[in-house]
């Protein structure tokens, strides 16, 4: 059987074909102002990429914010249960799931078959999700991608109380202004983020092993604040920022 | 097409005509007061209306309009106007929304009639204290405070005497502004009708234990207006008495309010009132039924302690001991109480940032539940009134992926 699996999220849109129970692609674009056009032409590429054509998809689910605009997929499936299902998939022995995308964060805890037993959801504030570190690296003007490495060399992380990601970008300006070191102030910023993720993986109890999946898993810089603060080894995979389509496709061939 | 008309139709609630009859009614009577005489009182929700009702006074209740407001989605607006004036967003938004509507005469039915005399009962929140004095001052016009200890888990002695005491000051003051002296024998009588008005809410609540239920807690939110409005009064019985057959006649022939119940689940905290019809046909696409709530059954939680043929002295404890007004542990048993009673699968707690005291402590009680019951939970973020603190596409995430938890769990 051959399924596809859609992500719409609110920055990038993800793809992921699997063959027999088996990932043979996946692709990551930007989602931009049409989604169900980032849909259909994400999944298209990735399609060309495998050398297949569209008819020979059996089933494709949808999920992430514009999960109900892919009107091509056969159902729409929200990303949390299919964190869940990609992360179980890819290692059954998952117990707990930290999701962390463009515009919120979420932790999930599963049973031993990858069903969602407890999630939690950020409240309607962008602290502690991709956006908030998008916003920060425009005022620092260093490309998100070394934000991870960058952070790492920091020795005394600055303090960024703020939560409100409009204050804590005046904070960020300020310790600019004072002449803080980039890498103190980025790791200021990790950890800020890992506090607000933190808590509400604590309110519905994450244990190990935990994955951490989501663009924002590919920031070692975040990785290693959330390790500290949860006091938990975190795995990240390479496919974590297309989890969530992984899932989707895991779940088209349950339909 | 015709097929589904016609189911739509079958499930339609007669009662609701009368009701927004009884209520246009009841509001037309409240407006044209000064040509008939009659004095008006503000009054909070959780207040003691029934000496008010002895004493020919039209209670008016500024939270009720607040949910009118935030119904026909004239709440962000309002609550600017309070904005423009200095007082804060994170304020209640009944509270910004009347004093809002004070200044303008706006919302739905054009404002409130200007009161007479405020009764202000803070068993429901502190901010009513102040809320009630801006009002006062506004108006220029005399203000009573009935003011009931928090009872974390008993009605202490003091507590007791204290606000007993109270209830003859706030006869005494009824007598001033009304210049008569208060009918002794006519409170008696009111306070059979309320609690019978209570007895027959409940009943009516009681129906959604059926399997389908008849009702929803979305039904509950529009058919509670007349036992918060009109409670100590004969129509109201009459209304309850006819409500309470319509659903009798609902479970006898099986007439369900959602088309497919296949989940069931309890509602906790105020409505969000501007997305009333979005979140039950939200849930009812899920077929989950939303069969009962923890706010709708606070009008008839305190029957425990009312005693109608000693109605002023009970009446001081029922109020004192009302839901908002009691401790987080008290209020767990409630909620695992109703968890059984109801049956429900789930829980789903809106968490409001309008109403402090009702929110305070649900995590704890989330905990509680899932704890003690096993069942999942949901916390919706929002404002009971403001709808410029909604988030449609977050929320909808949030539903979609709580119905599939509790689908996966079944």
Known sequence: ?255 | MAGEAQEKEKRKMKSAKKMRDIMTNYYIEAKTAGETGKKVAWITSGGPVEPLIAMDVIPVYPENHGAMIGASKMGGELCERAEELGYSGDICSYARSDIGCSLVDGGPIGGLPKPDMLICCNNICGTVLKWYEVQARYYDIPLFIFDTPFCHTEYADEAKKYVRKQIDEYTGFLEGVCGKKFDHDRIKEVGRLSVEGQQLWQEVLDTAMNKPSPMTCFDAFFFLALIVTLRGTQETIDFYRDLLEEMRGRVAEGISAIPNERYRLLWDNLPIWYRIKWLSEKFASHDACLVADTYTSAWCGSLKYMDENNFLDSMAEGYTRIYLNIGVDEMIKIVLEMVDKYDVDGFVMHSNRSCKPYSLGQYDIQRAVQREKGIPSLIIESHMVDERSFSESQTETRIDAFMEMIRQKK
Do not use: W
Request: hydrophobic share 45%; aromatic share 4%; with cysteine.
């Open chain 1, 1 to 255: 059987m051959i399924t596809a699996g859609v992500d719409i999220g609110s920055i990038t849109a993800k793809a992921a074909v699997i063959v027999d129970g088996e990932v043979k692609g996946t692709r990551v674009d930007f989602t931009g102002y049409n989604a169900e056009q980032a849909g259909r032409r994400v999944l298209d590429e990735l399609l060309k990429e495998l050398g297949m054509d569209a008819q020979s998809i059996d089933r494709v689910v949808s999920t992430g914010y514009g999960r109900n605009s892919v009107k091509f997929a056969d159902k729409a499936i929200t990303e949390i249960i299919c964190h869940g299902t990609g992360a179980h998939f890819l290692n059954p022995q998952v117990r707990s799931i930290i999701d962390v995308g463009g515009q919120d964060s979420k932790a999930m805890v599963v049973d031993s078959e990858g069903r969602v037993r407890d999630f939690a959801m950020n409240d309607k504030c962008a602290a502690g999700t991709g956006r908030f570190l998008e916003v920060m690296a425009r005022a620092l003007e260093v490309d998100l991608g070394d934000f991870g490495a960058k952070s790492l060399k920091s020795e005394r992380p600055s303090k960024i109380s703020s939560i409100c990601t409009v204050f804590a970008e005046s904070e960020v300006i300020s310790l600019i202004s004072k002449g803080e070191k980039r890498e103190n102030i980025i790791a200021g910023i990790h950890d800020s983020v890992a506090s607000r993720i933190s808590a509400l993986a604590k309110r519905i109890g994450v244990g190990e092993p935990l994955m951490m999946t989501g663009g924002v898993a590919k920031n070692m810089g975040v990785v290693k604040a959330l390790e500290n603060r949860l006091k938990m080894s975190i795995e990240v995979l390479e496919s974590a920022q297309v989890n969530g389509a992984i899932g989707a496709a895991v779940m088209a061939a349950r339909l």
